[in-house]
């Protein structure tokens, strides 16, 4: 079941927790004691990947609750976070110097409670500092036993190149999921082509692919999913016309419609993993088990005509 990540002797479940809902920054109703039961449910149902970030909580309080889970287990978690975005208030800042990537890193090891991770993402790119400077440091946070491989998120493939040859990548981190296939026009043969591990984030495009939201659904104040065009109009009907569909394929082969798109997804060349995220143990149960269903060709060839009747779609955040 376990997959492995690039070049690299990690092996990790082809299902990850993406760390980021049990934050409550961008999701409603979350709790730490409830965040701390969907960790514990993630690693208790097969998953041994864990992807967080500096910039995960006002103040790290993603990695800080990892932290507190892994404790006494960690040998069996693979921990994935992210440098070069810190918090500001709500806001986001672009900081990916050398010396900032070392005391971030720091940080997040303090907060994890541990002296490594298994992988060290740069966050995004910071248009003030070249992306070979930001790929020395990572480098050396490798040399020095801080991170042992090393990955990027949030990058173009000229970036991801520049990164590539001055610090190997072992794991490229972009959103893919049925609606938003982009990478697979650049991103992802070369990916393939050097046997880096493609881990997506998104593949439930922030829930609406998990089939619950009615075609009526009103976004809460504070939501932010109703700021992307795939929650708007016309875009938000051909969605649900498209779900009703996979609700179809899902009931006949009796899995939600959120295990279907995830086994769907992890099936996809070149992907390693898939990061779910959630803010609740049941919620981490139901995709978790996507990594045990198998998928035939007949229904893989459903899914392909049913994508082909739904057509391209206008998946950018509304600025």
């Not at 864990?50 to 609750?65: K, P, V």
């Not at 978790?288 to 739904?310: C, E, F, G, P, V």
């Amino acid at each position: 079941m376990l997959r492995q990540l690039g070049q690299s002797e990690i092996h990790v479940s082809s299902v990850a927790m993406g760390c980021w809902p049990i934050t409550g920054l961008t999701t409603l109703d979350t709790t730490k004691a409830a965040s701390i039961r969907t960790l514990h449910a993630a690693l208790d149902n097969g998953i041994n990947f864990l992807d967080t970030a500096y910039a995960y909580g006002i103040e790290g309080e993603s990695e800080q609750m990892i932290g507190e889970v892994i404790r006494g287990r960690r040998d069996s978690v693979v921990v994935a976070t992210k440098g070069g975005i810190h918090r500001v208030g709500k806001g986001q800042d672009f900081d990916a110097r050398p010396e900032t990537i070392q005391r971030e890193c720091d940080e997040s090891l303090r907060r994890l409670g541990t002296d490594h991770v298994e992988l060290y993402y740069l966050h995004a790119a910071d248009k003030q500092t070249p992306i070979e400077e930001t790929a020395g440091a990572v480098a050396k946070l490798i040399a020095d036993g801080k991170a042992i491989t090393a990955g990027a998120s949030n990058l173009n493939l000229e970036q991801l190149k520049q990164f590539h040859a001055v610090c190997p990548l072992t794991a490229v981190q972009p959103h893919f999921n049925m609606l938003q296939q982009e990478i697979e026009e650049e991103i992802a043969p070369w990916c393939r082509e050097n046997s880096i591990s493609l881990c997506v984030y998104w593949p439930l495009m922030k829930g609406l692919l998990a089939g619950k939201l009615e075609r009526g659904h009103q976004f809460a104040p504070g939501d932010g999913r109703a700021k992307y065009p795939m929650f708007q109009g016309d875009e938000w009907q051909k969605n649900h016309d498209f779900l009703d569909e996979l609700r179809s394929i899902a009931h006949d082969i009796g899995v939600t419609v959120s295990q279907l798109v995830v086994a769907w997804t992890i099936r996809q060349p070149g992907i390693t993993s898939a990061l779910c995220g959630a803010k609740r143990d049941w919620q981490i149960q139901e995709t978790s088990a996507a990594m045990r269903i198998n998928l035939d060709k007949s229904i893989l060839a459903t899914i392909h005509d049913a994508l082909q009747r739904r057509g391209p779609s206008v998946s950018r955040a509304a600025v």
